[in-house]
């Protein structure tokens, strides 16, 4: 018999506020796009690069490939946090 298990992406920290702080000045920082793959998410990444570079004088945005269904390969998340200012991720299912 299978067994079918659920994943909450929920935290158990409910006491306690998250706070991340957002980044000020967009000028000569470096953006990283987590891409899942969906062709309308590829589409929203090219332009937003282009209105990144030209409205907020971004230094690049670089992209990273994440899978569309799983936890993202071990070490991905610490190579974006060294390399990039800011990240832009979501999904465009």
Known sequence: MQTLQYLDPSSPNVE????????SELRGKRIAFLNNGWA????????MEEA?????????M????????C???PGLLD???AEADA????MAN
């Open 16 to 23: 306690r506020k998250l706070y991340v702080p957002a980044v």
């Open 40 to 47: 309308s998410y590829t589409f929203i990444g090219e332009r």
């Open 52 to 60: 990144l570079r030209a409205r907020f004088g971004t230094e690049v």
């Open 62 to 69: 670089k992209t990273y490939p994440i899978p569309t269904s």
């Open 71 to 73: 936890a993202p390969p």
């Open 79 to 81: 190579t974006v946090v």
């Open 87 to 90: 990240a832009v991720v979501g």
